[in-house]
């Protein structure tokens, strides 16, 4: 929010400015130009923020599908085997502790 000497210096400003004798409309420029900057400004930096916030989630989202892949991809080899090898524990062990941090 504004302060009252702020909107006061700005009218001044505005007073002083026009005894010079510029037009109105170039005054009425003059301070709509920075303000629509800002704003454009504001909505490209939450533009920016949103993305990144959907690059983040679906980064994970294709960590944690990797490792369902993985896990099924190794459920199917030990249930058409009919059961698990020693190398196929290790890795189900693996997956386990990688998924402990995804999901």
């Given amino acids: 929010m504004f302060a009252i ?16 004798g510029l ?14 900057i800002g ?8 533009a920016q923020l949103r993305n990144a916030n959907q690059k983040i989630l679906l980064d994970l989202f294709e960590r944690r599908f990797a490792i369902n892949q993985s896990a099924r991809e190794l459920n199917r080899r030990v249930v058409g085997a009919g059961k698990a090898t020693d190398q196929q524990a ?5 997956l386990s502790w990688e998924a402990k ?3």
């Fill in 90 to 94: 290790r890795e189900m062990i693996a």
């Fill in 39 to 46: 704003i454009g400004g504001g909505l490209i930096a939450y």
């Fill in 23 to 36: 037009p109105s409309w170039y005054l009425f420029l003059q301070v709509l130009f920075p303000a629509a």
């Fill in 101 to 103: 941090f995804l999901f």
């Fill in 5 to 20: 000497h702020e909107v006061i210096d700005a009218h001044n400003f505005l007073v002083q400015s026009n005894r010079m």
